[in-house]
């Protein structure tokens, strides 16, 4: 996906629309979620939700990811969770990484939280999935799976297989 003008307009499988400021696949419809505000949404073949401020593909089912609060999140097919502040699939469980502290993350499901090395910080992750790399020092940074960065942080290893 390209986001600048001149990116989009030198590829040739891409076009430019600038009325959206966005670049999207030559020979498609500009897609719906594109178009800001209502009066900017085609009615032809998209439209306009006010509750969530989305110009949709008419026909299609707003996934419930879409919806940011209890009162417009669909009952009928989606939960909304009070937890995290998100609306999912019926059914569907929190992801892990939606948890902020420890306490949240031990009521997710197959979660564990992992401390940062001088503790003021965590991450909630899968069950089983290895500590996040940002959480070691330099000191305690496990290669070859992570790597000290250009800033003397803990990261991913870019090669690591």
Known sequence: DFYDQLQCETS????????????????TDIP????????ACPTTRCTWDSNIILCYE???EIPCSRYYSINTCPQDRCTFHESVYQCLVK?????CNNFYDETACANGDSCMW?????GNYGSC??????????L??????????????????????????
């Open 12 to 27: 040739t499988t891409c076009s430019w629309a600038p009325n959206v400021y966005r670049c999207y696949k030559s020979g």
């Open 32 to 39: 719906c979620n594109f178009y800001n505000g209502e009066s």
């Open 58 to 60: 008419t026909g299609t």
């Open 91 to 95: 059914g569907e469980s929190i992801p």
């Open 114 to 118: 992992y401390s940062s090395d001088d």
């Open 125 to 134: 992750v899968d069950s089983g999935a290895n500590k996040p790399c940002t």
């Open 136 to 161: 070691y020092n330099t000191n305690t940074c496990p290669t070859p799976r992570c790597s000290i960065s250009d800033y003397n942080t803990c990261q991913d290893s870019l090669d690591f297989t």
